[in-house]
């Protein structure tokens, strides 16, 4: 069973940075992206970062590019994000989501559902 743990996540104020993490594990398949989401309360879940492991490839939302960063390891079933000049809107629960390479399929980087695995969440905070 895959299992996707994140860790990095706290308390900080305006102008700090943080650095998440999240480790795959139990997976039986080749992963073709995976990506950090966000959620605050009463709001959907939106991609802050992907990284795509065919080509390195990485896609950032519009509101955390040039402040953060997602870098990983796919032979080590890790992905990172570096979040630098945290705001005070970057507040949220981060979820690390990892996608099977599923070929001839058209998907959407930026889609939560076509993320098949999810970590459970870890709240960022980020006070003024």
């Known amino acids: 069973q895959v299992q996707l743990v994140e860790s990095g996540g706290g308390l900080v104020q305006a102008g700090d940075s943080l650095r998440l993490s999240c480790a795959a594990s139990?997976?039986?398949?080749?992963?073709?992206?995976m990506a950090w989401f966000r959620q605050g309360p009463g709001q959907p879940r939106t991609l802050v970062a992907a990284?795509?492991?065919?080509?390195?490839?990485?896609y950032y939302g519009n509101a955390v590019k040039g402040r953060f960063t997602i870098s990983g390891d796919n032979d080590r079933n890790a992905v990172y994000l570096q979040m630098n000049d945290l705001k005070t809107w970057d507040t949220a629960v981060y979820y690390c989501?990892?996608?099977?390479?599923?070929?001839?399929?058209?998907?959407?980087?930026?889609?939560?559902?076509?993320?098949?695995?999810w970590g459970q969440g870890m709240q960022v905070t980020v006070s003024s």
């Open positions: 989501a990892d996608r099977p390479r599923k070929p001839d399929t058209t998907w959407n980087i930026k889609g939560a559902y076509d993320y098949d695995y």
């Open positions: 139990g997976r039986s398949f080749a992963s073709e992206a």
């Open positions: 990284i795509t492991w065919s080509d390195n490839g990485v």
